[in-house]
């Protein structure tokens, strides 16, 4: 269940196994680094390991090609781009929570991530998603994701402030996926699966790094990024308290992409539970 309200979460309690913590504690710090590698020797002080529990960690995920040694083995290159961020998914999967590892990512890295857990939820995804609108008003999306029936709107706001600050990026967010619907019929041709839906739900998604409950602004969904995952296993049963608009792609197909207007949930009075319309 989503709650709709801003009551801050309840501390949450981590238990590793020891192996597990000490590969954690080492990934987390190659996220921290600053540096392009580090060497064996400071590694093992700053983390209080000793070198030779320190090369069986580094042995253990070299095998996963999740990092590489340099200078003769004498020290770790600190991964960048795409390694970098397979490594913030690693340290999930290692016992980190997911707002921990991906507060370590910048900005355009933690659309990345973001784009990832929607992929391991059987999403496709298309990253700094740009359309013009039929008024000819550019727009972009950080995420938009698609799965039949649904096409998620996301923007990631990478910044731990609270739920309070989000009303402008909310409002601006509610435009931008008005718009998008409203381009559907040009825009098929990029997102040419969506072609085959008899309907398509567009919904938008705030993800944030802040630490709190799922909230709802003015039917926009405001998403922790480590409840991510739990906001998309539930959307489906949760579609009716948020906002969104239906279209329908398969009519494009059969009107040769003729332009049509999609049906909107919208009720006129922003903030208040829609629910589908037919």
């Known amino acids: ?9 309840q501390s949450r309690v981590r238990i590793f196994d020891s192996t597990k913590s000490l590969e954690l504690s080492f990934i987390m710090k190659l996220l921290k680094a600053g540096e392009a590698s580090i060497g064996i020797h400071t590694l093992s002080q700053e983390l209080s390991f000793s070198e030779e529990v ?3 960690i580094i042995r253990q995920l070299e095998e996963s090609e999740l990092i590489s040694r340099i200078d003769n083995g004498m020290a770790v290159a600190v991964p960048v781009g795409e390694d970098r961020l397979r490594l913030a998914v690693a340290a999930v999967r290692f016992g980190a929570t997911i707002e921990d590892s991906a507060g370590k990512l910048s900005w355009k890295e933690f659309e990345a991530f973001c784009s990832k857990v929607l992929e391991e939820n059987g999403y496709s995804c298309f990253q700094g998603f740009r359309f013009k609108s ?22 990631c706001k990478h910044y731990a402030g609270h739920v309070k600050g989000l009303n402008a990026a909310v409002d601006k967010h509610l435009e931008r996926v008005d718009a998008f619907a409203k381009s559907v019929p040009t825009l098929v041709r990029r997102i040419p699966q969506i072609l085959e839906w ?6 938008p998604i705030i993800v944030t790094l802040f630490p709190e ?3 709802i602004i ?6 922790p990024v480590f409840k991510l995952n739990q906001f998309l296993q539930e959307i489906t049963s949760n579609i009716d308290k948020i906002t969104h608009m239906i279209v329908e792609p398969s009519k494009q ?5 003729e332009t049509e207007t999609p049906h909107s949930c919208h009720d006129g009075q922003r903030g208040k539970e829609l629910k589908l319309t037919k």
């Not at 269940?1 to 979460?9: A, F, G, H, R």
């Not at 197909?253 to 992409?257: A, E, G, H, V």
């Open 1 to 9: 269940m989503w709650n709709t309200s801003n009551n801050k979460q």
């Open 54 to 56: 320190l090369l069986r």
């Open 134 to 155: 039929p008024r000819g008003r550019r727009y972009e999306c950080d995420i938009a994701a698609t799965m039949d029936p649904l096409i998620l709107l996301a923007d």
């Open 198 to 203: 008899n309907q398509a739900t567009i919904t």
């Open 213 to 215: 409950n799922i909230t």
């Open 218 to 223: 003015e039917g926009v969904p405001i998403v």
């Open 253 to 257: 197909k059969k009107l040769n992409l």
